[in-house]
T-cell receptor, first 113, second 110 residues
Framework: GENVEQHPSTLSVQEGDSAVIKCTYS??????FPWYKQELGKRPQLIID?????GEKKDQRIAVTLNKTAKHFSLHITETQPEDSAVYFC????????????FGSGTRLQVQP | NAGVTQTPKFRVLKTGQSMTLLCAQD?????MYWYRQDPGMGLRLIHY???????AKGEVPDGYNVSRLKKQNFLLGLESAAPSQTSVYFC?????????FGPGTRLTVT
């Protein structure tokens, strides 16, 4: 089945710094790559996503880049704020028939004020 | 428009007991999913449905059954609960790519 590796597992940054989380995958047929933010005790919430025909997408302070040749995609958060502290999950979708996501293991981001 | 709702929010079971988790969505989505999330891990797919009356196995289906008798509801059953099924269960639905998640059910099996 699909495999998604996510790094780092924990990340601590100072407020105002940038944070980068990277995911690598093995299945070249994957075509949808979302990122989710999950606060403690809450449901995962989609923060940004990218399709396989796009190399980069930006939404205010967050951006996602996709390198299909190298099979990795990354989440970039600029000007981090304490409220960005959460667990972030990458995911991908390969099988458009069932449209089920495969998730990475998560990155715990701590933004120090 | 409530989105995706789950019942119950919390439950404690003894080993061997059974229960059903209910997921409901009011967005007329065809696709529905059950995931489980264990500490320090991402979500793993248990079962899914691509439409009313259809169900299929995901990555970790053992010990669970599902039913989709109505388009808006997706039920997850545990026939004989085991401590290994202690987890947080999330339901999700979609009509395209973006998945909408329910608030989760925290299940503890003692």
């Amino acid at each position: 089945g699909e495999n998604v590796e996510q790094h780092p597992s924990t990340l601590s940054v100072q407020e105002g710094d940038s944070a980068v989380i990277k995911c690598t995958y093995s299945d070249s047929a994957s075509n949808y790559f979302p990122w989710y933010k999950q606060e403690l005790g809450k449901r995962p919430q989609l923060i940004i996503d990218i399709r396989s025909n796009v190399g980069e997408k930006k939404d205010q302070r967050i951006a996602v880049t996709l390198n299909k040749t190298a099979k990795h995609f990354s989440l970039h958060i600029t000007e981090t704020q304490p409220e960005d502290s959460a667990v972030y999950f990458c995911a991908l979708l390969r099988d458009t028939g069932r449209r089920a996501l495969t998730f990475g293991s998560g990155t715990r981001l701590q933004v120090q004020p | 428009n409530a989105g995706v709702t789950q019942t119950p929010k919390f439950r404690v079971l003894k080993t061997g007991q059974s229960m059903t988790l209910l997921c409901a969505q009011d967005m007329n989505h065809e696709y529905m999913y059950w995931y489980r999330q264990d500490p320090g891990m991402g979500l793993r797919l248990i079962h899914y449905s691509v439409g009313e009356g259809t169900t299929a196995k995901g990555e970790v289906p053992d010990g669970y059954n599902v039913s989709r008798l109505k388009k808006q509801n997706f039920l997850l059953g545990l026939e004989s609960a085991a401590p290994s099924q202690t987890s947080v269960y999330f339901c999700a639905s979609t009509h395209s790519y973006e998945q909408y998640f329910g608030p989760g059910t925290r299940l503890t099996v003692t």
